[in-house]
């Protein structure tokens, strides 16, 4: 039977470099020693097959090595790949992801930001559901926070990966009236409680000047739920001609809604999403949305947490411009 060699102690790293063990602690994090003893030690370390016991290394540190993740609702398939590509980013830069899901409800999101304070994460990167809420100050006074989508209250986040929703929401209802629609349906997953996220603010100034009559409308984020108030909507008696739907986890449930009451998509209803899951392009017909490059967000928040966690730079905020990618899913408003 092959022999398991004991791990290496970080005695026998100080004797092979001839220093004491306080220096060889000090070499491996990088501090008090100069980079040539660090790279001394650090290629004794690998001979020896030594590695710093993660509890030992977290209490001399004074960090975990985890990120808290609070998504809003990862019932929402865009939340699902953003949830996976910033939990691999983060394995890449040797840290990792705690993910927790505050399955659409605010309460629940602020719980749990609480809760991984108390966990004592080394920073928190969170796609608010409730932007508005005090919390967030306070947290952003012991911990790094990221905010990804919308700013938070206070200003005290680290930095914002932040949509240039006003620009999404023009091009998404500018495309719409450009076919002649003047009906529309905006499904939301903002409840009352949040009623200030920037994108639901901008479709009322944008419904104004193109002269649009929009109903907003409050609809889950999974999209078999989204599919019993799309039922509703399309049901009535002043049927919108067309749906903007602020998740494509919404669209697919509005997909489910037309096919059930025997409704053609485009050509008796369009249907527009925001966030260009890449699932939309494989439905019938494709679904016209507006695309954000999640890959470009994960780098981008990545990034900032990991500058926050080893330094204190300034706060930082990155705008993400939208793309409207053109479907089939939206045609001309039926006469």
């Known amino acids: 039977m092959p022999h398991n060699r004991k791990?290496?102690?970080?005695?026998?790293?100080?004797?092979?470099?001839?220093?004491?063990?306080?220096?060889?602690?000090?070499?491996?994090?990088?501090?008090?020693?100069?980079?040539?003893?660090?790279?001394?030690?650090?290629?004794?370390?690998?001979a020896l097959g030594y590695e710093a016991h993660p509890i030992a290394r977290a209490l001399a540190s004074g960090r975990t090595g985890m990120v808290g993740l609070l998504c809003g609702s990862?019932?929402?398939?865009?939340?699902?790949?953003?949830?996976?590509?910033?939990?691999?980013?983060?394995?890449?830069?040797?840290?990792?992801?705690?993910?927790?899901?505050?399955?659409?409800?605010?309460?629940?999101?602020?719980?749990?930001?609480?809760?991984?304070?108390?966990?004592?994460?080394?920073?928190?990167?969170?796609?608010?559901?409730?932007?508005?809420?005090?919390?967030?100050?306070?947290?952003?006074?012991?911990?790094?926070?990221?905010?990804?989508?919308?700013?938070?209250?206070?200003?005290?986040?680290?930095?914002?990966?932040?949509?240039?929703?006003?620009?999404?929401?023009?091009?998404?209802?500018?495309?719409?009236h450009g076919l002649g629609h003047r009906r529309i349906a905006v499904l939301t997953p903002t409840r009352a409680t949040?009623?200030?996220?920037?994108?639901?603010?901008?479709?009322?100034?944008?419904?104004?000047r193109l002269g649009l009559q929009v109903t907003v409308v409050t609809a889950p984020q999974s999209w078999h739920a989204a599919r019993r108030v799309a039922l509703e909507v399309l049901s009535a008696p002043a049927r919108p001609t067309a749906l903007f739907c602020f998740t494509d986890s919404i669209a697919y449930g509005v997909y489910a809604a037309a096919r059930e009451l025997r409704l053609a998509v485009p050509e008796e209803v369009s249907v527009c999403g925001y966030d260009d899951h890449p699932m939309s392009v494989?439905?019938?017909?494709?679904?016209?949305?507006v695309d954000w490059d999640i890959d470009g967000i994960v780098r981008a928040a990545v990034q900032v947490m990991v500058e926050a966690i080893d330094g204190d730079p300034p706060h930082r905020r990155i705008v993400r411009a939208p793309t409207l990618r053109v479907r089939r899913s939206t045609g001309p408003a039926p006469v």
Not at 197 to 205: E, F, Q, S, T
Request: charged share 20%; hydrophobic share 45%; proline share 7%.
């Open 282 to 289: 494989l439905l019938t017909p494709p679904l016209t949305s």
């Open 74 to 176: 990862l019932e929402d398939y865009w939340q699902q790949s953003l949830a996976v590509g910033i939990g691999r980013a983060l394995v890449g830069c040797d840290r990792y992801a705690l993910i927790l899901d505050a399955a659409g409800d605010p309460a629940r999101e602020l719980a749990l930001a609480r809760r991984l304070r108390d966990q004592r994460v080394d920073g928190l990167l969170v796609q608010p559901l409730d932007p508005s809420a005090p919390l967030w100050a306070e947290l952003g006074e012991t911990l790094p926070v990221v905010s990804i989508g919308d700013a938070l209250h206070g200003g005290r986040s680290r930095a914002e990966v932040v949509f240039d929703n006003r620009s999404g929401v023009t091009m998404a209802l500018e495309h719409l």
């Open 194 to 208: 949040t009623p200030d996220r920037p994108a639901d603010l901008h479709v009322n100034a944008e419904a104004d």
């Open 7 to 46: 791990r290496a102690t970080i005695r026998e790293v100080a004797q092979a470099t001839g220093l004491s063990p306080a220096a060889v602690s000090y070499a491996l994090r990088g501090i008090q020693t100069s980079p040539q003893t660090q790279q001394r030690v650090r290629a004794a370390a690998a």
